[in-house]
């Protein structure tokens, strides 16, 4: 365990479940103060108890109020923000003729407007710390999708050009944006999926989706932690407006198989 984030202050949203709560845990370990900021109060409760400089802040990053109070909660609990990991998210399957304007609103609301309040409050703060680093999360399918998730692979493929726009805008202030794409992550978005495909062989469809990926194996969110932490340490001083693959080789592979 290193001590690369001592004296730092990570907010991370989406922070109390899956690639959220492994990086917020990964933060914490390596001397960070961590704000939870997530919709799910019980688990994001329960995990900062368990971290030693740890605050939950029940936020909807949909909402700007809910992403200026937490922000303002590392400013108030911690005395600045260094570091925003932005990943809340969330997946609604659908075909573009059924898709209705609540759906529309929430899955873009989440997925896309999160990270444009998120940086609009972080941003400012970051500047009176002397800069910073934000990370925002996007996916494999801002490049390629599967079926029925139009919405959800627009919104990633947004936040893209928003992280590519604001990187410029705020690189000679030393705060930098990047993002990361992961593939199959070994979530609780990722199980509920495989729930909704076979209620009967979760683990299966897991294993399944993990040998589609040359690795031979979905993501660990630790693997996508790695990289985050990474990001937002002084080692990538150099990075920023970036995207970064996450994905076990997935986005490298066509799918031709020769013959034997
Ligand atoms: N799991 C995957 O396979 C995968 C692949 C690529 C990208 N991603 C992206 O990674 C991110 C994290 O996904 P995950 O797999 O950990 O999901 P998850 O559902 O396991 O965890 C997401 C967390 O975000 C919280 N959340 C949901 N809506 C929120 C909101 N409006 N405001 C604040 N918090 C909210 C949830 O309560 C939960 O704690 C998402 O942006 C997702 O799109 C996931």
Known sequence: MGNRFESKVALVTGGAKGIGRTTAEAFSAEGASVVIADIDTEAGQALAETLPRATFVRTDVASMTDAERAVRTAVETYGGLDILFSNAGIVMYSLIEHVTEAHYEREMGVNFKGHVWMCKYAVPAMRQ????????????????????????????????????????????????????????????????????????????????????????????????????????????????????????????????????
């Open 129 to 260: 710390r002397g800069g910073g680093a934000i990370v925002c999360t996007s996916s494999v399918q801002a490049l390629a999708t599967q079926t029925s998730v139009a919405i959800y692979a627009a919104s990633k493929a947004a936040t893209l050009a928003l992280v590519k726009a604001i990187a410029q805008d705020h690189a000679h202030e030393n705060i930098r944006v990047n993002a990361i794409l992961p593939a199959s992550v070994d979530t609780p978005m990722l199980r509920n999926a495989a729930r909704s495909f076979d209620p009967n062989d979760v683990e299966g469809v897991v294993a399944r989706w993990g040998k589609m990926h040359p690795i031979g194996r979905v993501i660990r969110p630790q693997d996508v932690a790695n990289l985050v932490l990474f990001l937002c340490s002084d080692e990538a001083s150099a990075l920023t407006g970036g995207a970064y693959l996450v994905d076990g080789g997935l986005m490298a592979k066509l799918p031709v198989v020769l013959p034997e």
